[in-house]
């Protein structure tokens, strides 16, 4: 997966699938991956899906053209609250966005390297 930093501030994770390189076929069989990941992990939490396209479709907004769908799997690993800033990294959340060549899988960098670690793992696993 690729590291990077979004808007100068946030560090980030992404990683383009190829659907050549996959046997997903939509988002909607990604999410499902994600659920059985999230319902196998005893600190996560699946909480929903957020259908961004359809919500950007809606308001009339901007979608870039490539763009086929995009939705956010929203779920959380908080097993402790130690203190209140902690509050404002959680929920998680993994960001799917499918095109016509690609799935594209994004979601932001925890404090927890373990938790990165997993949803790594998670995110690798749809490549054949």
Avoid at 33 to 58: L, Q
Wanted: with cysteine.
């Amino acid at each position: 997966m690729k590291r990077s930093i979004l808007l100068d501030t946030h560090p980030m994770y992404s990683l383009e699938i190829l659907k050549s390189e996959t046997d997903v076929t939509s988002i909607n069989d990604i999410i499902e991956h994600f659920k059985v990941k999230i319902e196998e992990n005893p600190e996560a939490k699946f909480i929903t899906v957020f259908d961004h396209y359809k919500h950007t479709k809606e308001l009339n907004g901007e979608i870039l053209e490539s763009i086929l769908d995009a939705k956010n799997l929203l779920f959380c690993f908080g097993h402790t609250i130690k203190n209140i800033e902690i509050l404002a990294f959680r929920p998680k959340s993994i960001a799917i966005c499918e095109t016509k060549e690609s799935f594209i899988l994004e979601f932001l960098e925890t404090p927890r390297p373990e938790v990165n670690a997993w949803m790594q793992s998670w995110i690798k696993a749809l490549k054949r």
